[in-house]
């Protein structure tokens, strides 16, 4: 029998050790990944006879040969060789997903100690980087925002490996936790520190079942939470939304700016592209500027800074717009994919609020990374996004042993 939960492991702590290398040395890390795991599940099918075990992965990929087909026939706003790239670039993160959670790996405890070492090591080797010069930084992680999201991972990763066999995790722990990432603070962005808020909030303020029965002290933290994100996290929207470099609203200068023209142009296309878009390599992804996508001057927004066929920086500079190649029935899977995670995951403390409280935590700091990382960010479809992905799948595979009410049960 092909023993693929230990291969999975081993995927994962290599994904996680090579990390922050992988930024400018190792740039297609995260698509070897992918292809890997997808060829550890055809491998799985064959051998072992479990197809049924896949059909995440299967559905997923049907998915992405209807928009495939789509693409080149329906719409045909770029060549096939980029549909054919993009497909690989939108589709690594899920697979990542349904396989290691169809695989279900579990981690022994020697696997927990390297993975805690690896943790240890990112966190220095990224505070140490973000406290050079400019130019270091670029030679090695090409942007501040990489410093901050790799310590997050990290920071995570350290809570499911610093958890005891109960899944206790002790005060003096969780403020080491705390402490480690609040070296990402150095990277600057509004985003981490939005995502640091959520942390201390799990490591130190969640209880199970605070949200199903709000007490007014329950409550006042919440609401003491969602100020203290919108208040990091204003600088930047505001900069980006509304005043751009100028100190007040000026609607005449909108469309100078790349991202909300992105944001903008995204919501036209799922109206006027009713229900699937435009497509493949069409929209603010990496592969519709390389060859040069068509909708762009369809919409008048290929002479926009950062958006043109001359410099297209900007194309590729936050997930959500790229959903518009989707149409609206890709916007509603992505939601439902969330959604069905979020309450996966809460399985684990419906099971056993004590002895997964912190796993739940881990899973929930993921999803969140996800979403506040790809408003303003690719991290989704990058290295970042992958191994958000691989924690989850590697919990969201736990919660689906674990019977709705009751312990986990044995596989």
Known sequence: ?????????????GSFALIVPSVQFLKYLDELVAMMLLALAVADSIVNGVWRRYRLLWILLGVMTFYAVY??????????????????????????????????????????????????????????????????????LQHVSYGGIYIMLSSIVLIICMTDADG??????????????AMGLLCGRSKFYGEYVLLLFFLFAYRPGMLSNLTPRHMAIIAGLIILVALVAWKKFNFYFITGNSGSFDPDTLETFAR????????????????????????????????????????????????????PDFICDAFYPSLAQFGIAGVALFVWLWVYIVRLSGRLVRADATRNKYLYAAAMQCVMFVLIESTSGTAMVNSGGMMAMLILGMIAGRALDTPKTGTPATR
């Open 260 to 311: 909300p023209v992105l944001y903008l142009t995204g919501a036209m296309i799922l109206i006027d592209h009713f229900p699937f878009g435009t497509g493949l390599a069409s929209f603010a992804s990496f592969r519709s500027s390389e060859p040069y996508s068509g909708v762009y001057a369809e919409y008048g927004i290929d002479k926009v800074y950062g958006l043109s066929a001359a410099m």
């Open 1 to 13: 029998m092909l023993r693929t939960d230990r291969i999975a492991v081993w995927i994962i702590i």
């Open 168 to 181: 206790r995790l002790s005060r003096n722990k969780a403020i080491t936790i705390a402490a480690l990432a």
């Open 71 to 140: 693409s080149v026939t329906a719409v045909s706003y770029n060549t096939r060789l980029a549909v054919a790239g993009d497909i690989l670039v939108e589709s690594k993160p899920f697979v990542a997903l349904f396989v290691v959670m169809a695989i279900r790996p579990v981690f022994t405890g020697a696997d927990k100690e390297l993975l805690r070492i690896i943790a240890f090591v990112n966190i220095a080797v990224c505070a140490l980087l973000l406290m050079m010069p400019n130019s270091v930084i670029r030679a090695v």
